[in-house]
């Protein structure tokens, strides 16, 4: 598989993730796809949806990768700070969580064998947990 990094394009796709704090977020209502499995709450992704634009962001096409990938953060960013700070994180923290865990994935493409969602929600935990291991931040 040829890596999506070859282009500067690609990087700068990164850093604006690594570095946007804004709440662009959809707010569209909650969606189930058609086998009934539920997305991520509040964002209209199903489940099946950000498998889709996982594998078309791994597949590496120029425009649709970026843009692919731009709906799965746009998407899915703002659940995952709410599941981070239901993991008893504060606002500022679990944004950056948020962040370093798209980042992460976005870095190291792994295959979504149990699905995108599943695997996000474990990168940013273990992301919190290395945060509570260099702080000393209590455990919920």
């Known amino acids: 598989m040829a890596s999506n990094f070859q282009s500067a394009a690609y990087f700068a796709t990164i850093a604006s993730l690594a570095l946007r704090r804004t709440d662009q977020a959809s707010r569209m209502p909650d969606r ?3 086998k009934g499995t539920p997305g991520a709450p509040g964002t209209g992704l199903s489940s099946d949806d950000a498998n889709r634009l996982w594998e078309e962001f791994r597949a590496g096409g120029n425009p649709s990768g970026r843009d692919a990938l731009d709906r799965l953060y746009r998407g899915l960013r703002r659940p995952l700070v709410a599941f ?6 504060d606002a500022e923290l679990a944004d950056e969580i948020a962040e370093d865990a798209f980042v992460r994935l976005i870095v190291r493409q792994p295959v979504a064998h149990r699905g995108f969602i ?18 000393t931040m209590p455990a919920p």
């Open 84 to 89: 981070c700070r239901l993991k008893g994180c």
């Open 32 to 34: 189930h796809d058609s």
């Open 118 to 135: 599943p695997l996000l929600h474990k990168t940013a935990q273990n992301l919190l947990h290395d945060a509570r291991r260099r702080s």
